[in-house]
């Protein structure tokens, strides 16, 4: 079955600096989505995309999908506490049978001040 | 109030044990979902309904059973928990066509 690999599982990164987390899928995407889910809450969505190649900015995030529609990936410039989560891709792949969502295990950041 | 609230927040049972989660909400979306979430593993699908008349089994179903009670209602049945049923559970809404979800707050399962 289909499989969305993320990776690292987690990241400590020092408040200011720059880290990306990868996401991989098994097999050809319709599009991606990205969620974070704070500590002791619940997934929240951020962000789909749906074209090849395509690159889209939330203040300092910056989310890619790949040409293949195989992988994608989030970089966070200049972190800052308020980024501490848990992020999660998720991918719909084409053609499923049911139309649903393969979440990611989640990339868990922790910030250091 | 929230847009998809789930019930009990907190439950701790016993093996054997008969237990409910119940999902409602208020979004007028027409798909609900159940996922469990475990660390490292991410969020798995157990059950999903794209209408009332509609229950599809998900990636882990197994000892799990759902009632799609309304359109606003979707509940998640253990009918004998055992210890590994031990997660956080969650559930979901979307709406045909936009296929983003909109999670509950989740309800934290501890089976002794």
């Known amino acids: 079955g289909q499989q969305v690999m993320q990776i690292p599982q987690y990241q400590h990164v020092q408040e200011g600096e720059d880290f990306t987390t990868y996401c991989n899928s098994s097999?050809?995407?319709?599009?991606i989505q990205w969620y974070k889910q704070r500590p002791g809450g619940h997934p929240v969505f951020l962000i789909q995309?749906?074209?090849?190649?395509e690159v889209k900015k939330q203040k300092r995030l910056t989310f890619q999908f790949g040409e293949a529609k195989k992988n994608s990936s989030l970089h966070i410039t200049a972190t800052q506490t308020t980024d501490v989560g848990t992020y999660f891709c998720?991918?719909?792949?084409?053609?499923?049978?049911?139309?649903?969502?393969?979440f990611g295990g989640g990339t868990r950041v922790l910030v250091k001040p | 109030d929230a847009d998809v609230t789930q019930t009990p927040r907190n439950r701790i049972t016993k093996t054997g044990k008969r237990i409910m989660l119940e999902c409602s909400q208020t979004?007028?979306?027409?798909?609900m979902y159940w996922y469990r979430q475990d660390p490292g593993l991410g969020l798995r699908l157990i059950y999903y309904?794209?209408?009332?008349?509609?229950?599809n089994k998900g990636e882990i179903s197994d000892g799990y059973s759902v009632s799609r009670q309304a359109q606003a209602k979707f509940s998640l049945s253990l009918e004998s928990a055992i210890p590994n049923q031990t997660a956080l559970y969650f559930c979901?809404?979307?709406?045909?066509?936009?296929?983003?979800?909109?999670f509950g707050a989740g309800s934290r399962l501890t089976v002794l």
């Open positions: 979901a809404t979307s709406v045909s066509g936009a296929n983003v979800l909109t």
């Open positions: 097999t050809t995407l319709s599009n």
């Open positions: 995309l749906v074209k090849s190649g």
């Open positions: 998720a991918g719909w792949r084409i053609k499923a049978a049911g139309n649903k969502l393969t």
């Open positions: 979004k007028g979306h027409d798909r």
């Open positions: 309904s794209f209408d009332v008349k509609d229950i």
